[in-house]
C-alpha cells in the first residue's frame, strides 16, 4: 500500500545504465533487462495483484449469489437451468477458458485496460462453483421451517429473498469470497506467465514472475524468486486461514 | 437399475451434443464480433489491384452474417473440415492430429502418475491414523497448492523434469485433498468404528469397507481431473516447449487465431465432458450395484 512513498520514482523508470544490475544499495533488488528497479516494480505489482484479485472474487461472488442464490431459491427449472449452465462452465479447464476469452479481446492495449481486462474477466468467469454451492444453500433455505412461516406470514418474492433468505447466504458468500482469491492471484499469475495478462510496463506477481523464464539455475539470480516468494507466502496464507476456518466451523 | 443407467447415459448424450452446438454458435458469434475480424491484413498489400482488394471484401461480407457463418462452419466440420489456422496457415484438423498425440500421453501419463501420488498419500495418512504423518501429507500436498502450474512448468525446464510429472505436481493436490477428506467421512461410519473395534485387521478394514464406500465418490472425481490436467497441459506445453494441444491453443490466443483457438476449445469442451459423462455414468452404476 505504500509503494509510493516506499519507491517514489516509480514501476516504469529505466536506469538505461545499469540494466540487469544485482542487487546493490541503490537498487534492492536489482534492475530487470530494461534497467528498471525491481524493488519497486515488486512493491507496485504486489498492490496492483493484492487489490485486484479480492475486487475479482467481490465481482464473482456477487454473480455466484445472483445467479446461483436466486435460482436456488426459485427452485424447479430456474435452477436446473442455472446448475446446467454453471456445470458446463465448471467442465471446462479454467485456464483454456482465460486464454480464450482473453484472445477474444485485444492484445495490443494500454497497461491500464489490460488490467482491467484481466481481472474482470477473472471475476466475470470465475463465479460458477460459488454458484453452485449458492443454490444448494438457497434451495434448503427455501424448503426450511422460517421461510415457510414468513411465506405464510404474507411475506413473498424480492421482499422474502432479500430479507430472510439474503442474510442467511452471508456466511456462505464470505467463504466463497475467500476461497476465490487465491484462485485468482494464481490464474493472473499463470496469465501473466503465459504473456496474457497485464501488459508492459504496468507490473503484476504474473508478469514479475515471467522474469524467471529466462534464469538458467535456481541459484543463479536468487533475488528474482521474490515477486514468487511473496505469492506463495500470500496465497498459503489464504489456504492456512481457509483451513482453520474449515476446522473451526467442523 | 438397467432403465435409470441407460437414461442417465442418454442424458449425458444429449448434454453433450447441445454443448457442441451451442458452444459452436457462441464461438462463432465471438469470433466474428472480436475486435479485427472485418480486418484482413491481405487488404493493405500494395501488390494488390483494387479488383482484389473489392473480392477480398466481398468474402469477409459474406461472412457478416452470424448464423450463416455458423451453419456454413457447422456442415463444413461434419465433413470433417475444422477450417484454417490463420496465423499457421494450415487446416485445424491436421494440426490437431499431429499435436494430439502428445497431449495425449502427456495427460494419460500426468493423470496416472498423480492419482498415484495422491492415493498412496490419502490412504497411507488413513491407514496410519497419525497426526504428524497426516499434517506432513496435508503440508506437502497444501503447497504445491500455493503455485502457480507455469511457476512448476518454468521450474521444470530448469530441473528437467518431464512434463508428465508437473501435471502430475499440478493435479494430485486437488485429488489428494478430496480423497483425504473422503477416507476421514468413511473412517468414522458406523459399521467401520464397529468393524474396528471388532479388532478386524486395517488392510480388511480397508478393502472389504473403506474403498466400496470412497470408490464410487473417487471416480466422480477422475472426471474432474481430466480437466485440470487439461488446463495445466498448456503452462506446461507452452513453457517446455511441447508441441501438443496445449501450446496449440496458447499460439493461438497469443496470435489472436480465432479459429483456430475455437475449434480446439470446443473439441477440448467435448473431450472434458465425455470424461465427466463417463465418470459419471460408472460412479452411478457402481453405487447401483453397491445399494
Known sequence: ?250 | MKRKLARRIAMHGLALVATVLLGGLLAAVLVRLAPGFDVDEQQLDSHLNAESIAALRAVRMQQNDVFSFYIHSLQRALHGDLGTSLSLGQPVSALLRQRAPLTLRLIGVGLLLSWSMALALALSAAWMRASAYDALTATISGMFLCFPAAVLALLSVLWNIPGSIVIALIVFPQIYRYARNLLAKAYVLPHIVTARAKGLSQLRIMTWHVVPVVAPALLAVAGVSVSMAVGAAIPVEALCGLAGVGQLAWQAALARDLPLLMNVTILVTAATLLANSGADVLSHALRGSHT
Open chain 1, 1 to 250: 500500500m505504500a509503494a509510493n512513498w516506499l519507491a517514489p520514482a516509480g514501476y516504469a523508470r529505466q536506469y538505461r545504465e545499469e540494466a540487469n544490475a544485482a542487487p546493490s544499495h541503490a537498487h534492492w533488488l536489482g534492475t530487470d533487462e530494461d534497467g528498471r528497479d525491481r524493488f519497486a516494480r515488486v512493491l507496485y505489482g504486489t498492490r496492483i495483484s493484492l487489490l485486484l484479485a479480492p475486487a475479482a472474487a467481490l465481482l464473482s461472488t456477487l454473480m455466484a449469489a445472483l445467479v446461483g442464490g436466486v435460482s436456488g431459491y426459485l427452485g424447479g427449472a430456474w435452477a436446473r437451468v442455472a446448475m446446467a449452465v454453471t456445470d458446463l462452465f465448471l467442465s471446462l479447464p479454467w485456464l483454456f477458458l482465460l486464454i480464450t476469452v482473453r484472445a477474444l479481446m485485444p492484445l495490443n492495449v494500454s497497461p491500464l485496460f489490460s488490467v482491467m481486462v484481466t481481472f474482470l474477466m477473472l471475476g466475470l468467469l470465475g463465479w460458477t462453483s460459488a454458484a453452485r454451492v449458492l443454490c444448494a444453500s438457497a434451495g434448503s433455505l427455501r424448503d426450511s421451517d422460517f421461510i415457510r412461516q414468513a411465506r405464510a406470514s404474507g411475506i413473498r418474492g424480492a421482499r422474502l429473498f432479500w430479507m430472510h433468505v439474503m442474510p442467511n447466504l452471508k456466511p456462505v458468500l464470505y467463504a466463497q469470497f475467500w476461497i476465490s482469491v487465491p484462485v485468482f492471484i494464481l490464474s493472473e499469475a499463470n496469465l501473466g506467465i503465459l504473456g496474457l495478462g497485464v501488459a508492459e510496463p504496468m507490473p503484476s506477481w504474473g508478469s514479475l514472475l515471467r522474469e524467471l523464464e529466462g534464469l538458467i539455475s535456481v541459484g543463479e539470480e536468487p533475488w528474482k524468486f521474490v515477486p514468487l516468494i511473496l505469492l506463495v507466502l500470500v496465497v498459503s496464507s489464504f489456504e492456512m486461514l481457509l483451513s482453520s476456518e474449515k476446522r473451526m466451523a467442523a
